[in-house]
T-cell receptor
Framework: NAGVTQTPKFRVLKTGQSMTLLCAQDMNHEYMYWYRQDPGMGLRLIHYSVGEGTTAKGEVPDGYNVSRLKKQNFLLGLESAAPSQTSVYFC???????????FGDGTRLSIL | AQSVAQPEDQVNVAEGNPLTVKCTYSVSGNPYLFWYVQYPNRGLQFLLKYITGDNLVKGSYGFEAEFNKSQTSFHLKKPSALVSDSALYFCAVRLPYTGRRALTFGSGTRLQVQP
């Protein structure tokens, strides 16, 4: 059972570069989420989606864009990477709003 | 606004002893509360949740949590700690019947169980 798969697992970028993080889930979940995890700050929600074709802003959306063209995929884009975006990024999905969220194993992103 | 606080960055307990990881929330109304655990280099895993009903909620791996409305707390407990319980624990909250559809997570508490 794959669950939630994130690619890539690691990436190093230079300031100003762009990239896309891919999240794929095989559980037919409606809800998908992107978080960032920084030391001492827990998880902060970047963007989320409540179904195919929908997206919504979370707590820290600036500098990121997302798309949910297919139900199973949720893409996170960094338009122009900044050192402040160095973090571990987690994708999660859930069947419903208050159902358990299933997390991927994260993408470690470093911006130099 | 909805928020949750985990007042302890780290909790140390000896194997076999009971453990408590604290969580308090500050929302008006009746919140939905969750606990997740994170092992090294992994994503979070769901442990348990409180939506309504019995204040004592039982979850995975022998963990339980008690919703205390008067103290606005939702502490995670286990009667007998295992070394394998050592991990990072997150409390999360959502206030229903608002426009907010997503959870707010606490900053996390690292549990260290010594053999």
């Amino acid at each position: 059972n794959a669950g939630v798969t994130q690619t890539p697992k690691f990436r190093v970028l230079k300031t100003g570069q762009s990239m896309t993080l891919l999240c794929a889930q095989d559980m037919n979940h409606e809800y998908m989420y992107w978080y960032r995890q920084d030391p001492g700050m827990g998880l902060r929600l970047i963007h989320y989606s409540v179904g195919e074709g929908t997206t919504a802003k979370g707590e820290v959306p600036d500098g990121y864009n997302v798309s949910r063209l297919k139900k199973q995929n949720f893409l996170l884009g960094l338009e122009s990477a900044a050192p402040s975006q160095t973090s571990v990024y987690f994708c999660a999905s859930s069947y419903g709003r208050d159902q358990p969220q299933h997390f991927g194993d994260g993408t470690r992103l470093s911006i130099l | 606004a909805q928020s949750v606080a985990q007042p302890e960055d780290q909790v140390n307990v000896a194997e076999g002893n009971p453990l408590t990881v604290k969580c308090t929330y500050s929302v008006s109304g009746n919140p939905y509360l969750f606990w997740y655990v994170q092992y090294p280099n992994r994503g979070l895993q769901f442990l348990l949740k409180y939506i309504t009903g019995d204040n004592l909620v039982k979850g995975s791996y022998g963990f339980e949590a008690e919703f205390n409305k008067s103290q606005t707390s939702f502490h995670l407990k286990k009667p007998s700690a295992l070394v394998s319980d050592s991990a990072l624990y997150f409390c999360a909250v959502r206030l229903p019947y608002t426009g907010r559809r997503a959870l707010t997570f606490g900053s996390g508490t690292r549990l260290q169980v010594q053999p």
